[in-house]
């Protein structure tokens, strides 16, 4: 956090994440945060395209200190805010390439790039900039839903299709893999199921309420190995805690859990980042965006403790 | 759900609930949802005649399996959307009568009737054509309010009477009932008593903060016989949860817990639900309508899955 | 309007447009209401997938009776509400090809199809199954902006390319043509000079404040020969008056000047119309959709009175 | 506006009317200002019950010098807030006995009474009470809305009711009376016709925009005579002017038309007005609460330069 | 509660403080309620001078009898309104001495003075009264936040200095006083520490998530000692329970935690209470002016069963 | 407008004035943008320190080219926003020293600097600013009030006070100067008197609607002369038009009128503008930020095209 921006207080300033300098070519940064304001592959509700610059405004709340870990990230790290991936609002496809494009011109500058989506159609694209840079990695995928139909509408890329294809591209070394709190009505008795078929491991909803975040980290550290990607769709929160989502499914995480979840994953060596659907038509009081800030903020306070690449 | 409705997205298509069929003669069905969009019997907010709508905007959502449950209610069940009954805005009295009459026709045409409110006041009405189809029903009640009141503002019915009534005129079997959630400031020391005098049984928020959802379940396992009727007001649940409410009372519910709840109610012979005072116009990011869209698909699931008259 | 809608208040009942019957056939009608609820084209903000619900729950507000032109539209007609297209949030292209294809099988059932968006995207679409039933139309496009250039985002369909195409693919007549309502930034300076490249009439949003309504409906009598189509993009009204849109102009029209100007065509023959750009996250008390739903109402006043095929 | 109020600014204080003292007792004043918040005869969407409240929020923004008028309406009249006549929601009949009662007691305290609503239903038993002080009144009547039906859903009053039975009852001498700004779909032909057959003068809201402020003005002075009692629905403005209200109507007044109008009254002999339907969980930004206080406090500033009784 | 306002229901009457009387010289009475419209200290999002009102309005919610507690703190206690403090918001210090004059003025009259704000510098000239008349004081101080920082933006009084100076000038007994919730980023490591410095007990967020709600209050009854005061930011909640503030942090304390914690203070001599940071423009469906209005509630309900000086 | 502005379309990228370079040293640039994000000194409403970044956020909206003034301001001009003023939220006079001191800097680097408030008490120190540079300068004042109050709650500084201050200091020329659209009650019937006192010259609201914006203007031209510098008070605009405001007065300017009035400033020596009163917590759909960022556009277009130092 810049002595400007503290300066300023929360309400004042140009809104880059965190207050940091806005450098759309970061080279010799530690980290770079990245929007991708994609919004036209999610299935309900649409307003994701605003998600980065309302996680960028809330995170003008984000101070210096993270006392619960102990660490000030933006000190430890060089963080820089790279700007937007230009995206086509109507085609799906040339977005994608667009964004796998722009990343791995980032991966090639800096170690880590943390994304602000934008629906979950764009974390294929972001996996395939991390093979790129790294081959496969392990998937920490926290969601309401698997996102592992392997098309929507007839067509083969939506909000819900990701991981299906990285699993098949080889994005992701499903074994290693493990994705936590899926729950809700679906499709088809087969939809969780193909997610295990795809060899991903999973914490369902249900379970996560059984085990409880400590059970549910034990899960996370006997399943990941490598390089490992954390792809956080803020509607594992209950729509208490997100209501500025697209597909909110009731009886979800709180933010005390979430926060906790994300602070558990200290010691893997954490590689990337994406944060998505943050849909702030549907928010109110900022609090989904909010929260979202800070679960970004908690993951650099691990980078800035050592678990990186 | 129909395949109509899935090709079509939750944001698409005529909302009926759950993408149903609108059949205002539903002979032959299993299931018949109708809306009851009367709201001037609340005594602080207004607003839940809007609640069938929105609910049935919400369940849009819902989709066609339930993994939690393992069952596909609408593949099991012939649910369809009767649409709403008429109502008088004005005069409570003529509205109770048509309440009455309507779903004791759906009643003669279905096995279970789902009506939406609406406010508190219509459990009156939709008890009394239950017992005109089968009799006194045992009353599984959740919600912040016990609605024992004999009158309100000096007149006989109000949103918080329906079951002083429903006791006084026999349409229940109080020793075989159960309240639960009961909390928050109430107009005298005898409030919650009355419940306890007109024979039902009581699981207050106090109480069920300590009893925890199992031990509720077991008190309600204890207390249930024959034939029973849910009537679930929104309230129960915290004002987090469900903020489009006419009377939010704080401490209350979370969604994970009241889903459990009914999930909960396996093994009853469930006979009819009302799930009332939704009010849209206080709800934001429609995190309520949802919530009580969900309420509906688990009790469904709970029909499908057998435990039904 | 049927008698049980007007039994059910505006506050109940099924939300079909104007309370009408849903029949996803219409064969026999005079006139089909269908939605679009697409909006990945948009530029600005996304929404607009919300736009045909949204207005057909306004459309509960309208009655029998227009006293303005002395008609009882629904009386004299029988207008059906067809449901939604399917669409394709991701796929723009896919998407056109269903529009065109619903839209002109509903084409072979009725005189005139009403289509509510949706992103004004897909008005290309819509015109392309005009020409299958009828060959090029003239168009009323009634709009903040142009909607004429060639590409956006580098690609060939966007919100803002329907009557560049439209004019380059025949789909009308530009010289029998007219826009009306443009005006704010644009792109670049030729953004306004291109339509007229395309032969098309315009009345700028200046224009308009200067010829007033009187003026600029006689220039509307004036251009358009033979069957006319109405394309009216909400936003060419000004944002008080409707903001739940996705590229809000400020300085538009009033919702007094807009009923009068669909009103003034009488007299034409009328062969379709859109209804585009509803964005209802934006909106709030239900103006914007509200304001829509009475325009499409005097539309179908006029068809009524016998301005059409 | 007393010393203490201008102290607190409009952020401060207990929310009286104008910052007037609370008198239930208001003997010795010269005008009561009382609230009526109920709504259940409204028949589409409710919330008017807030609106005495909203009013008198808003009311903190208004201060002592009426400039246009060139008086202090605080200052030359004792104006003192009575609170709120207690209503019965559930009960429309037992409500207007209450509130004829209650106002009828002011009546005989002080000699004008301005009521804030609530539905329109309220200013039946609001002219009873004023028949009981001062025989039939003039109406002015200033609405979308003719609200001379006979009846709503098949039972006596509604808020569309009241003007039928005010002729019916010989509260009101018709023949001295004017309505202003019907506009919108209505049920049937006769709706307008209705008034007129009651011997209601009208300028409906077409011919408004076409004789403009002061034609109205001069229509409105040619008709009315004697004592005049003005009946203001907050829904005669435009949706974008006054969105918290029940039953919207596109193609309204301008909040300057409706000051400009009010203040033209100068000269009639003012008795008595009501401000009804200001339904503020549907307003934004408290304009259409902030408007209808404006319009209260143009008419206690005709009443203070001696346009009253 | 007077019969007056029970009879007209929470939707109606003169929002007073739970319907009580608005006595600006509250002599005689046992607590006086006021407010402290006051915002501009705050270093995030305004709008806390609209707290009061807020308050008082959700308090019309509440009711006779507090069930959990078994007594009607309106009947044991004379509970006055005594309206607000004047302020000067440009002016934080000219603010601060009008907040002690007057509230030593009421402290003077009556035992206890229970203040709504309004940002947290308030605390410091409430203090400053208590001091007038009893000298230091216990605190009890339930926040995200420290508010310990000696200055902000380079200035002695902000939202966040208010215990620095308390400590420093006496006002409290530090060593007999407690913080509980602090977490979510701080500026610097020092930030917690200096609350120790001072000489404060503290339980962080993180500790209160190990200890719980009784854990929590074992500590509270090892520490405080005397008169004790409670000041009570609504921030200690999560934003999901108390969206409608100035400086939100997420992973807070529930609705339920929050109730209990206060019933939980039962034993102490209680002497104040202030409840701050409640900023409505960030509300949603009035749910953190109703927790705050509950919490108030449940700190009279003490008072009334004998926790009072 | 950038071409990176211009491919990320406006939802998409860093949200600075118009997608312009943010450049705290804005040596060489013809125009600096800069906001000052503070509202402690507003009597009614806060929120206005969020106006700099709710305008800089609706900015994206604008694009290239002026089409009715012919002109593509951020061509012609080089324009860059300096980011935000470092402001003491507690602290009125603090923050005048910072804003004068900063403005001042900027001055000295740039011809023109645009202030984006921010209540209105910072045209005082940004009319200092001025004067280091220039001397006096003529006023051009659009508000619904006339701030020449010469104090506010008993001290020396409020929104309310600046052009008092003002022409006491000698910033302004007031016989050259002009205040238009003061509306709405006032403390005192000297309130716009003092104006004139003081030698401003004034359209009130009253007699702008008589003189129509033609006239207005002509009344402008007469009275400026010399260097002039626009404050423009976004409550100009009715309510409809600008509810996002802190003191809003109904009666006002429409969008149109106000667009339209700042294009009539061509031909004067345009030295400086502030834009203030935006407060986005009372705003919807952005509509009153947008406003605001086109009338600042429309001012740079006049600077493009020559009214400029």
Redesign the interface.
């Known amino acids: 956090m810049s002595g400007?921006q503290?300066?300023?207080?929360?309400?004042?300033?140009?809104?880059?994440f965190g207050g940091q300098l806005?450098r759309?070519d970061p080279a010799g940064a530690d980290v770079a945060v990245v929007?991708v304001?994609y919004?036209?592959?999610?299935?309900?509700?649409?307003?994701a395209?605003?998600g980065?610059?309302a996680i960028?405004?809330a995170s003008q709340?984000?101070?210096?200190?993270?006392?619960?870990l102990?660490v000030?990230p933006f000190e430890v790290l060089e963080v820089v805010?790279a700007?937007?991936v230009?995206?086509?609002?109507?085609?799906?496809e040339?977005t994608q390439e667009r964004i796998t494009a722009r990343v791995a011109q980032l991966l090639r500058a800096v170690g880590v790039v943390v994304a602000l989506g934008g629906d979950h159609?764009v974390s294929l694209p972001l996996l395939r900039a991390q093979r790129l840079r790294r081959g496969p990695v392990a998937l920490i995928h926290l969601d309401a839903h698997p996102d592992t139909w392997s098309d929507?509408?007839?067509?083969r890329?939506?909000h819900g299709t990701p991981f299906w294809h990285a699993a098949k591209e080889g994005l992701v070394d499903a074994a290693a893999s493990i994705q936590i709190g899926?729950?809700?009505?679906?499709?088809?008795?087969d939809?969780?199921r193909r997610s295990r078929e795809l060899g991903y491991h999973m914490v369902?909803g249900?379970e996560f309420?059984e085990l409880g975040v400590e059970g549910t980290l034990a899960r996370v550290h006997q399943v990941v190995r490598g390089p490992a990607y954390l792809s956080l769709d803020i509607d594992v929160a209950?729509?208490?805690?997100a209501?500025?989502t697209g597909?909110?499914e009731?009886?979800?995480l709180?933010?005390?859990q979430l926060?906790t979840l994300v602070r558990g994953l200290a010691g893997l060596e954490l590689v990337g980042m994406d944060l998505v659907e943050v849909a702030p038509?549907?928010?109110?009081?900022?609090?989904t965006s909010?929260?979202a800030a800070?679960l970004v903020?908690e993951f650099l306070s691990l980078l800035a403790k050592g678990s990186r690449p």
């Open positions: 400007q503290r300066e300023l207080g929360p309400f004042g300033g140009i809104a880059t806005h759309p929007g304001p919004d036209s592959a999610t299935t309900f509700r649409s307003g395209r605003f980065p610059r960028r405004v709340a984000l101070r210096s200190y993270n006392s619960a102990d000030q805010d700007g937007d230009p995206v086509v609002p109507a085609y799906v040339a159609s929507e509408f007839g067509m890329y939506g899926m729950r809700g009505p679906t499709d088809a008795p939809d969780l369902t249900e309420w209950d729509p208490a805690y209501p500025g597909t909110p009731v009886g979800g709180t933010s005390r926060v038509p549907f928010d109110h009081g900022e609090i909010l929260l800070n903020y």
